[in-house]
Structure formats: C-alpha cells, structure tokens
C-alpha cells in the first residue's frame, strides 16, 4: 500500500512540483495551501509524512506545526520542513529534517524515504 504525504505550503508552484516529485516515486499525496487548512488535512487524512513550509497565510507553519504536536493522533507524524525562512531549523523542535528552497529532489526522496520507512 502506498505511503500518504501531506504537502502543506503557500505557494502553488512548490505544492505542484512536491506533488509530481512524490507521485513519481509511488506516493499518495494531500495537499493544503496553508497551516489552518493543513492542520484540518492531517486530521481527516492522517498521513504517513508531513512536509511543510513555516511562511504561510492564516496560519503559519510554526502554528500548524504545535497543532499536530498537541493532538495524539498526529504528534508522531514525521514532518519534513521545507522553507526559504532565515533560522527555519529553530522555528519547529525536532523536526525529521529541514531543506531550504529550492530542494533538492534526490536527497529530498532519499529523506522521505527514511521518514516513512520505505
């Protein structure tokens, strides 16, 4: 069974390249353009792996992200930062990994691999 991965980022253009990306290597993937709505994906959806970005409208990543850190059905989900954001790798504790835009999609797939233990 394929793995599910939630992309939740602002921007359009990096939604649709992470969705391609993950597609092409057999994943599942949900999408949310920002942290309100992203936080409603995971909890309908429950994904296998979270990426996201922190500067968003509505809700920022760093909000989404304490939002799936305090409900339990959510809070051991990897999530995979993904932002062009000074200081990103201070802005969420612990997260699986952090990459700045623009990504590298080999060692970005290598990662998500880990994550979700393929």
Same mark, same amino acid.
Do not use: W
């Given at each position: 069974?394929?793995?599910?991965?939630?992309v939740?980022?602002d921007?359009a253009d990096?939604?649709?390249?992470?969705?391609?990306?993950l597609k092409?290597h057999?994943y599942?993937?949900v999408?949310a353009?920002? +942290? #309100?709505e992203?936080?409603?994906v #995971?909890?309908?959806?429950h994904?296998?792996?979270i990426?996201l970005d922190?500067?968003m409208?509505?809700?920022?990543g760093?909000?989404?992200?304490?939002?799936?850190q305090k409900d #339990?059905a959510? #809070?051991?989900i990897p999530?995979?930062?993904?932002?062009?954001?000074? +200081?990103?790798h201070l802005a969420?504790?612990a997260?699986?990994?952090v990459?700045d835009?623009?990504?590298?999609p080999?060692?970005?797939?290598a990662?998500?691999?880990?994550?979700v +233990?393929?």
């Amino acid at each position: 069974m394929s793995k599910t991965v939630l992309v939740i980022d602002d921007e359009a253009d990096v939604r649709v390249f992470l969705e391609t990306l993950l597609k092409k290597h057999g994943y599942l993937v949900v999408t949310a353009s920002n +942290g #309100a709505e992203g936080l409603s994906v #995971a909890r309908d959806k429950h994904p296998d792996l979270i990426t996201l970005d922190l500067m968003m409208p509505k809700q920022s990543g760093t909000d989404c992200y304490r939002g799936l850190q305090k409900d #339990a059905a959510l #809070a051991k989900i990897p999530v995979i930062v993904v932002s062009g954001l000074s +200081g990103r790798h201070l802005a969420v504790p612990a997260p699986f990994a952090v990459f700045d835009k623009p990504i590298d999609p080999d060692e970005f797939i290598a990662t998500v691999e880990r994550a979700v +233990g393929k």
